[in-house]
């Protein structure tokens, strides 16, 4: 796959909060590793970031401002240069600027990659799609957690993970991996 320089990495919640053991079970242990490597790949030819940060409402939360789960994980933290979108949903594009600034600086494709896949990764790729940018999502560079779905049965993170993927595959999005990407 060519990869266009008019592409956009967007880097979702990579916040010291997301390592909270109180999240439990994780899927894709490596998610970490490939979001780095596309981090680096976008950094080296001088392409466009975008760190996605969330500022919850809820005191209760893992990113509740003013203490240190809302915090960047060192190896995530912004650049000179790279773009910084703060959020108060899952979705990036809701209540902020981030679709004009695109279509400003004439981007027209999106990679997205971060956590949790089923919330601020699903969320952020559906409005994306709607939109009309051209988006991927990097299956082994998000990750999310265990779930109980609607009728209350458990949900391991895999099947949390893979469903959330298939619901934006070939409608909102094109899912790979990195290796198919890079």
Not at 38 to 48: C, M, S, V, Y
Not at 69 to 77: K, L, N, R, S, T
Not at 85 to 92: E, F, L, S
Not at 109 to 122: D, P, Y
């Amino acid at each position: 796959m060519l990869i266009a320089p008019n592409t956009a990495l967007i880097l979702i919640d990579q916040q010291q909060g997301i390592l909270h053991p109180r999240l439990g079970p994780r899927n894709n242990p490596k998610a970490e590793q490939r979001m780095l490597e596309l981090l680096a790949h976008w950094r080296l030819r001088g392409w466009p970031v975008i760190h996605v940060q969330h500022l919850s409402r809820s005191r209760d939360s893992v990113f509740w401002p003013g203490q240190a789960g809302v915090e960047f994980q060192p190896d995530f933290a912004p650049q000179a240069g790279e773009w910084l979108v703060q959020k108060q949903v899952p979705d990036a594009f809701c209540g902020h600027s981030l679709n004009a600034d695109l279509r400003r600086k004439g981007i027209e494709h999106l990679v997205i990659a971060g956590v949790a896949t089923n919330n601020s990764v699903e969320s952020t790729a559906r409005t994306a799609g709607n939109l009309g940018f051209n988006v991927w999502v990097v299956a082994d560079a998000c990750y999310t957690f265990d779930k109980p779905d609607f009728a209350g049965r458990a949900r391991s993170a895999e099947e949390v993970h893979a469903m959330s993927l298939a619901n934006l595959h070939g409608e909102y999005a094109t899912v790979l991996t990195l290796a198919q990407l890079l």
